[in-house]
């Protein structure tokens, strides 16, 4: 087969091993700078422009979208889809899970656990707010931000209230979340593939750091999933649409509690800490569908 990666950074390690576990299964893989793309819409006959030539006889695309250009790298995804060439992840899955507030309200209608979340247009009555949530100490994420980036620990109601109104001031869009103090700085990431947890580890934020993300300096370990760690990974996947993603769950004194579904998670952290060929398993799964 044929086998487009769709990634800006062909030197990832992400996309790497994508490479190097499609060729060795004997695939062509080629790497593809979605911004790159030209896409030429015409009546029956989508077409997309890449570096003086037109992309042809391609069976399966793997897009590897970062969060800054989710609306061309969505389009173009789209484009593929509507020359009838099977996506790894839909354009449609892609748009939901980078709509924070969506994403929430999806999850939140498939009976998944998550924190206590309130969206405001900037509320002037912050207390209302902070008490929606359980009171202080209170996260308040950026709906754009990735990675830890944008997201703070609010101790007490006055400071809440600052970061609300410092975020409005830059016309930001922000929800407050509360705050998982048992959860103690850690998190867990289950990767799914084809509706099968293919592997999980727990992600533990450095000293004096409530963010577990390992961009952030975190360490990461494998972990055995309970039942109920497991049911809720999928659940929360197959609510997004998502045929391969990451879940970022809470451990907490009520059973997990759902962060984020990543349409585009990373695979170094989880093979390092599992051991685990995932790259392989992704693999396997265009197999099946084309």
Same mark, same amino acid.
Do not use: W
């Given at each position: 087969?044929?086998? !487009?990666?769709?990634?800006?950074?062909?030197?990832?390690?992400? +996309? &790497?091993?994508?490479?190097?576990?499609?060729?060795?299964?004997?695939?062509?893989?080629?790497?593809?700078?979605?911004?790159?793309?030209?896409?030429?819409?015409? /009546? /029956?006959?989508?077409?997309?422009?890449?570096?003086?030539?037109?992309?042809?006889? $391609?069976?399966?695309?793997?897009?590897?979208?970062?969060?800054? $250009?989710?609306?061309?790298?969505?389009?173009?995804?789209?484009?593929?889809?509507?020359?009838?060439? #099977?996506?790894?992840?839909?354009?449609?899955?892609?748009?939901?899970?980078?709509? %924070?507030? &969506?994403?929430?309200?999806?999850?939140?209608?498939?009976?998944?656990?998550?924190?206590?979340?309130? #969206?405001?247009?900037?509320? %002037?009555? $912050?207390?209302?707010? *902070?008490?929606?949530? @359980?009171?202080?100490?209170? *996260?308040? %994420?950026?709906?754009?931000?990735?990675?830890?980036?944008? *997201?703070?620990?609010?101790?007490?109601?006055?400071?809440?209230?600052? *970061?609300?109104?410092?975020?409005?001031?830059?016309?930001?869009?922000? !929800?407050?979340?509360?705050?998982?103090?048992?959860?103690?700085?850690?998190?867990?990431?289950?990767? !799914?593939?084809?509706?099968?947890? $293919?592997?999980?580890?727990?992600?533990?934020?450095?000293?004096?750091?409530?963010?577990?993300?390992?961009?952030?300096?975190?360490?990461?370990?494998? !972990?055995?999933?309970?039942?109920?760690?497991?049911?809720?990974?999928? =659940?929360?996947?197959?609510?997004? @649409?998502?045929?391969?993603?990451?879940?970022?769950?809470?451990?907490?004194?009520?059973?997990?509690?759902?962060?984020?579904?990543?349409?585009?998670?990373?695979?170094?952290?989880?093979?390092?800490?599992? @051991? +685990?060929?995932?790259?392989? %398993? =992704?693999?396997?799964?265009?197999?099946?569908?084309?």
């Amino acid at each position: 087969m044929k086998i !487009i990666i769709l990634s800006r950074q062909p030197s990832l390690y992400s +996309t &790497r091993r994508l490479v190097e576990a499609g060729e060795k299964m004997g695939h062509e893989m080629k790497i593809i700078d979605h911004l790159k793309c030209n896409i030429e819409i015409e /009546k /029956k006959n989508p077409r997309i422009f890449y570096q003086g030539e037109y992309l042809e006889n $391609v069976d399966a695309i793997i897009p590897r979208i970062g969060a800054s $250009v989710t609306f061309y790298g969505t389009a173009v995804v789209r484009q593929f889809e509507m020359m009838n060439i #099977f996506s790894v992840v839909e354009s449609q899955a892609l748009v939901r899970s980078r709509d %924070k507030l &969506r994403s929430l309200q999806l999850l939140s209608r498939a009976g998944v656990g998550m924190p206590k979340t309130v #969206f405001t247009n900037f509320s %002037k009555n $912050v207390k209302h707010v *902070v008490d929606s949530v @359980g009171g202080a100490p209170v *996260v308040l %994420k950026l709906l754009e931000g990735t990675q830890g980036i944008g *997201v703070i620990l609010a101790d007490s109601q006055n400071a809440a209230g600052s *970061v609300m109104e410092a975020f409005n001031g830059l016309e930001a869009r922000i !929800i407050v979340q509360q705050f998982i103090k048992e959860a103690g700085g850690a998190d867990i990431r289950a990767f !799914i593939v084809d509706g099968e947890v $293919v592997g999980a580890m727990k992600r533990q934020g450095k000293e004096g750091e409530f963010r577990s993300n390992l961009h952030r300096g975190g360490s990461a370990n494998i !972990i055995k999933l309970t039942e109920e760690e497991e049911h809720t990974a999928l =659940i929360s996947a197959k609510a997004m @649409g998502l045929g391969v993603a990451g879940v970022d769950m809470l451990q907490s004194k009520d059973g997990p509690l759902v962060l984020e579904v990543n349409s585009s998670p990373g695979l170094e952290g989880i093979e390092k800490a599992t @051991g +685990t060929d995932i790259a392989s %398993k =992704i693999i396997r799964y265009v197999e099946k569908n084309v």
